[in-house]
């Protein structure tokens, strides 16, 4: 029992009785060890000071707490487990980015102390993101370090409570009850600050303690399964795939034009969410109208204030689909497809409500997903290239007459003054040519 790691023992007193040379305590000893898990015992010793002055025990009870039977998990306790779940991933996240750090990892252990059960036994917790040796994470010490990182130890860890999470659904495909436990499997949807979404397979299973407390005792979570697409994209995918983001710009901007900004606003977060990958990982977007250290969108976020603004952290966006447009062409210049992906490059040609045409240079990646559905994985748009206008021909030189006191002498100075002038006046370089000439 000595050898199980002990870092810390405290003792809690629930009375003391002395009668002349013994002592009798008893109460509870709270044991930790080196991992930070917490075993506590109700203990009972009786103390005799001999005759060499010195405190020995005669009598030496410990037991583990009496554990009542709890009442039986109901349905309504394991989805409140599952969203508090959720709530302090979202809480965590929200204290990093507001507070820093520390803060951060305070509220974390908190949030493990009081979720998990870390202190009756090992948590079967296998978190998404690890790997190797240290893909299970049976102590409180490893579950930390995967939700804020900071640990040499566990120098993958790159905190996953840390990224900027503001949502958290959960989609259960069945729950199980069994006495004081509960199991769940299902979905967890997460979106972050920037309206990015994570969706992973999740199985939680929850014990109801002697407390009447839901504690986490089973955690496995892993991203879904992708199977290697066997669909080849064809073509006349590729092309109702670019049909389709027409008919979508045009939707956008007619809906604006008739039910205002809000729905205008969800109609391309579900055309977004619908078309391109985003949930997939960032998107090789470069749209037309974006300049400076805004001009790549590869997050939801972008993309969506590009295509109707109303985002503060995006200040030069007006809203590119809200320019009122009517119809899209597009002219494909060539289709490359290669497996499930395909390279489209060519022009778009877009008319606005009042007749106005606005050509692009577009090149698009389509990806076919194991669903299926055929997204955009790169845009690159751009206004097709103006040569700047052909310099203005310089005029001949004006003829000057030779001088008969010094014909020679007289020609060159003069030519070369003409053609000094003429050529600065023309805007072009001459002096070096003059230079050569002398």
């Not at 490359?336 to 778009?348: E, F, H, L, P």
Request: with cysteine; hydrophobic share 40%.
């Amino acid at each position: 029992f000595a050898l199980k790691g002990w870092r810390d023992a405290k003792i809690e007193n629930a009375a003391i009785f002395l009668h002349g040379d013994t002592a009798t305590t008893t109460g509870n000893v709270i044991l930790t060890d080196k991992d930070g898990n917490v075993t506590k015992v109700d203990k009972t010793w009786t103390f005799l000071k001999d005759a060499d002055g010195t405190m020995r025990i005669m009598a030496h009870h410990s037991s583990l707490p009496y554990a009542p039977a709890p009442s039986p998990v109901t349905k309504e306790e394991a989805l409140a487990a599952q969203i508090g779940w959720g709530q302090a991933l979202v809480n965590i996240a929200t204290i990093y980015d507001d507070k820093g750090y520390e803060a951060a990892k305070a509220a974390a252990e908190q949030v493990i102390v009081d979720g998990y059960g870390y202190q009756i036994a090992p948590v079967l917790f296998k978190p998404t993101l690890t790997t190797g040796d240290q893909v299970f994470r049976t102590t409180r010490e490893g579950a930390l370090s995967y939700f804020v990182g900071g640990n040499p130890k566990y120098p993958n860890d790159g905190g996953f409570a840390l990224k900027g999470w503001r949502n958290c659904q959960i989609d259960n495909a069945a729950i199980f009850l069994e006495g004081n436990t509960g199991t769940s499997v299902g979905n967890v949807i997460l979106t972050d600050k920037d309206g990015n979404v994570t969706k992973v397979d999740k199985t939680w299973t929850f014990l109801k303690d002697a407390d009447g407390k839901m504690r986490i005792m089973a955690h496995h979570s892993s991203l879904p399964y992708l199977p290697a697409s066997t669909s080849v994209l064809s073509e006349d995918e590729v092309l109702a795939a670019q049909k389709g983001w027409g008919d979508a710009l045009v939707d956008i901007a007619t809906t604006f034009d008739t039910k205002g900004l809000p729905a205008a606003k969800k109609l391309a977060g579900e055309i977004i969410d619908a078309a391109y990958a985003y949930q997939y990982g960032p998107v090789l977007f470069k749209p037309t109208l974006a300049t400076g250290d805004q001009t790549f969108r590869t997050t939801r976020e972008g993309a969506l204030a590009y295509f109707v603004g109303d985002d503060a952290k995006y200040p030069n966006d007006g809203g590119f689909a809200l320019k009122g447009w009517r119809d899209v062409k597009i002219e494909n210049s060539a289709v490359r497809i290669d497996g499930n992906t395909a390279q489209t490059m060519g022009w778009v040609i877009i008319t606005d409500k009042d007749g106005n045409v606005t050509k692009v240079d577009k090149t698009w990646t389509f990806f076919k997903d194991a669903e299926g559905a055929v997204r955009i994985v790169s845009h690159h748009s751009s206004l097709p290239y103006t040569p700047a206008p052909a310099p203005a021909a310089a005029p001949a030189p004006a003829a000057v007459a030779s001088a008969p006191s010094a014909p020679v002498a007289q020609t060159i100075t003069t030519t070369i003054a003409v053609e000094t002038s003429v050529a600065f006046g023309a805007g072009l370089v001459v002096g070096g040519l003059v230079g050569h000439f002398w």
